[in-house]
């Protein structure tokens, strides 16, 4: 049974899962699937970057053969929150429940367990982003997939992405393109366009690059959370080419090196908002989310859906950014 259920009241919804689908089990294991030399531990991927004579090739594993000196390895989830053979039960309000189709694969982000997202090389974050951007196109070509989420946890067992695809538009994402195509349609200006005029050069800001801006956001949910938005508009993260991806990398390497560094690796989920690449959606300006888990007065938000962080984003926004800026200059060289 895996089924999408929707609140009696709101909007809210819900996976109700099945735990006995997927590959693997924890307790069973003993050494890491996603490490290189464990392969046959996983089922065969469906996609791989190889480093082969200097560039770098794509290709996947056949049934009973897995490729060695892989780069990045796409594989099926092994959890999977969604399902291609879901139940096929409809239901109407308050206990509303549709069938929760869709595709589940994982990012094997490097072939080794000590990398993090904080730690792994330029070049290597910029064909992660290659590779998200391959998945995605894919996904939205199948049918059934109306949303491609794309997020990764800091602190999982290896570094890896996960990309999970959703038969409907999440609430989230929903509510941003909802402003966006409201704001746009009453004043001709995008609100996230709008927003990143506001907070560049501002006290929120971290980092600046040609294409790209990271800022800390004026009413952040979590402990210091950061946003990277590309600066000229653009709906969708496939539209991204290669020079801007270059840029995206650095940033990216630089701003989440920087962050483990000024904040003792506290565990933080990145998250991509993009619009859905399915014609009738509505459309939103795409950006990188970087959310810690320590999410302050968590009881008065279960109570009242409010927020409460003891430190201000501009205090974030000053430590991180100092710390982003000597980053970068080490990345780039110039330290
Ligand atoms: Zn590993
Ligand atoms: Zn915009
Ligand atoms: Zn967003």
Known sequence: MVEIRKDYFTESLCIVGDESIGWGSEQEETVCPYCAGNEHLTPPAELILLQSQG???????????????????????????????PTQRYNDAPLYSEPAFGYHYEIVATPSHSETLSTISVEQ?????????????????????????????HKCE?????????PKLP??????ATTFQKTYHETAVCPMCNVVSIETGGPRQILLSEHYIVFSPWAPSTLHEFWIFPRKHQTSFLKVGQKELNDLSLV???????FDKTFNSIPYTL????????????QLHWHFEVHTNISLG???????????NSISPEQTASKLGSAARRELATLVGVA
């Open 271 to 282: 998250v991509l908002h993009s619009s859905s690449e399915k014609k009738v959606s509505k």
């Open 252 to 258: 990216m390497r630089a701003v989440l090196g920087a």
């Open 171 to 176: 609430p989230i994402i929903e509510q941003e």
């Open 125 to 153: 974050w910029s064909n992660i982003l290659r590779v998200i951007q391959d998945r995605m196109k894919w996904l939205y070509g199948k049918k059934g997939v109306t949303y491609v989420s794309v997020y990764a946890e």
């Open 298 to 308: 968590n009881s008065l938000h279960v109570g009242t859906g409010l927020y409460f």
């Open 158 to 166: 290896h570094a890896r992405f996960n990309v999970v695809t959703l």
């Open 55 to 85: 560039s770098l090739v794509k290709t996947c594993d056949s049934e009973d053969e897995r490729i060695k000196n892989w780069s990045i390895r796409v594989i099926p989830s092994r959890k999977p929150f969604v399902s291609t053979s």
